[in-house]
């Protein structure tokens, strides 16, 4: 009698030792680096003035962000405290508009935060010929009103903010254990160790690379066939990517608040 082989158990008992395993040696520094990332650009990392007496921080949701996706823009008075605000908030998109109405009463230093229902996730569309859209690429603040303690400020507009998307363009985004960690600080951390292949290892002079060193010292001992094997080697993407892992997994090494590794 042939028993079968039950793989799709052994699979699933694979792939759960795996993530457990990811789990124990990634998560803290994913979960730092998307810390440092959120605490840069996240909601009410920046603040904008719209007008004289109003400031806001808006944050448009991506889809990277965790469901439910909602965006939201919060409002505080710059000094005085503005009795009535009224807006309507107007993010375009692939030739289509969005508009949320809002009112504050008593606004004060204390931010009032609302969610923009009305507003999709900056999702890409398309990407056809060389045409690139995305359901949210401008918004603008419109019919704003201030009023104050016996003052009414006359209506106003914000200009136009048109959206870079360096989220999509530039960010370092994994997806792991079903959650994407923006992983910037990584990737800053890699990017110095290679610095220090390419410019800093032997060189005795520093590690600041200037044209006019490079064409005096092009022929020394410093520029040989085997530190330029060296720095090839060390330079390659995966081999960075073990060195920084190593340094992290080794506990002697911690990301600096500007994201370079150095010692405990």
């Excluded at 998560?27 to 003035?49: D, I, L």
């Excluded at 469901?67 to 005085?80: L, T, W, Y």
């Excluded at 800093?200 to 092009?218: D, E, H, I, K, L």
């Excluded at 520029?223 to 060296?230: L, P």
Aim: proline residues 4%; hydrophobic residues 40%; charged residues 25%.
């Amino acid at each position: 009698m042939t028993i079968p082989t039950p793989w799709g158990a052994i699979f699933k008992a694979g792939a759960w030792c795996w993530r457990r395993v990811t789990r124990a040696l990634f998560y803290k520094t994913y979960s730092e680096a998307h810390q440092r990332w959120t605490k840069r650009n996240g909601f009410g990392a920046r603040w904008e003035k719209l007008g004289k007496y109003v400031e806001y921080s808006l944050y448009l949701t991506k889809p990277t962000d965790a469901e439910p996706r909602v965006s939201k823009v919060a409002f505080r008075a710059v000094d005085a405290t503005v009795v009535r605000f009224d807006c309507v908030f107007e993010a375009e998109g692939a030739g289509l508009r969005y508009q949320d109405a809002i009112t504050v009463h008593e606004l004060n230093r204390s931010p009032v935060v609302f969610n923009l229902t009305r507003v999709p996730s900056q999702d890409f569309l398309s990407h056809l010929k060389g045409d690139i859209r995305f359901s949210v690429e401008s918004y603008q603040f419109r019919k704003c009103s201030v009023s104050l303690e016996g003052n009414q400020i006359p209506e106003f507009g914000s200009l136009t903010s048109y959206l870079s998307h360096n989220w999509l363009i530039s960010d370092t985004w994994n997806r792991r254990w079903g959650t994407f960690w923006n992983c910037n600080s990584i990737t800053y951390a890699k990017r110095e160790i290679e610095i220090y292949w390419k410019w800093g290892f032997g060189n005795r002079g520093g590690s600041v690379y200037t044209p006019r060193y490079s064409r005096t010292n092009s022929k020394a001992p410093f520029w040989s066939f085997g530190r330029r094997t060296v720095v090839w080697v060390m330079s390659r993407p995966w081999i960075l990517t073990m060195q920084f892992w190593i340094a992290i997994w080794s506990r002697q090494f911690v990301l600096d608040e500007n994201d370079r590794l150095r010692r405990r």
